[in-house]
């Protein structure tokens, strides 16, 4: 099975839709990232948090939010979709243990569709 | 200026030949960078990182970095078509709350 699972993996929906995406993960990581990605542009972070305590805007924050209902799972909403959203989203885990690394594991991704 | 910055390519190399990839920086303090591979629709996959100035070898990938020049390059040795990818520069400074940095991405095309 793999370490970070991410649901749903397509999801087409309206503009003004709220949707959720969902990021469980069993590598037992406090960390926890959500990222969008734009075809042929690099990961931007959206949203952090380094325990379930702690949540951290990241540099696109806007239009979007987060619960981290446990350490192993990390939401994302979008509480009005808009197409501009439209883009691949990747949730991503990393161990505090391991700060001098702090290596990311990355799900398989999102493909979002806002028509 | 963003803040990590890559060739967009595409990168086009023979099979077997070396592939080489450019990352540069803008935050002096950065302290930790790191090399993902990521096939068209996948996720980003870790093949490298390295901390401190010099050359770091695994298999047939070497990264190299200099900090004095804020540079940080991968090379990819004896290239395969399986290699063709998009390879990202990620970086990471303590002062920005351990979170990476990441660059748009070299598109690498092996050709057999």
């Known amino acids: 099975d793999a370490d970070v699972t991410q649901t749903p993996r397509n999801r087409i929906t309206k503009t003004g839709k709220r949707i959720m995406l969902e990021c469980s993960q069993t590598?037992?990581?406090?960390?926890m990232y959500w990222y969008r990605q734009d075809p042929g542009l690099g990961l931007q972070l959206i949203y952090y948090s380094f325990d379930v305590k702690d949540i951290n805007k990241g540099e696109i924050s806007d239009g979007y939010s987060v619960s981290r209902q446990a350490q192993a799972k990390f939401s994302l909403s979008l509480e009005s979709a808009i197409p501009n959203q439209t883009a691949l989203y990747f949730c991503?885990?990393?161990?505090?243990?391991?700060?001098?690394?702090?290596?990311?594991?990355f799900g398989p991704g999102t493909r979002l569709t806002v028509l | 200026q963003k803040e990590v910055e890559q060739n967009s390519g595409p990168l086009s190399v023979p099979e077997g030949a070396i592939a080489s990839l450019n990352c540069t920086y803008s935050d002096r303090v950065s302290q930790s960078f790191f090399w993902y591979r990521q096939y068209s629709g996948k996720s980003p996959e870790l093949i490298m990182s390295i901390y401190s100035n010099g050359d770091k070898e695994d298999g047939r990938f070497t990264a190299q970095l200099n900090k004095a020049s804020q540079y940080v390059s991968l090379l990819i040795r004896d290239s395969q078509p399986s290699d063709s990818a998009t390879y990202l520069c990620a970086v990471r400074a303590r002062a920005a709350g351990n979170k990476l940095t990441f660059g748009g991405g070299t598109r690498v095309l092996v050709k057999p």
């Open positions: 991503a885990t990393s161990d505090r243990q391991s700060t001098s690394t702090d290596t990311q594991y």
């Open positions: 590598k037992g990581h406090d960390r």
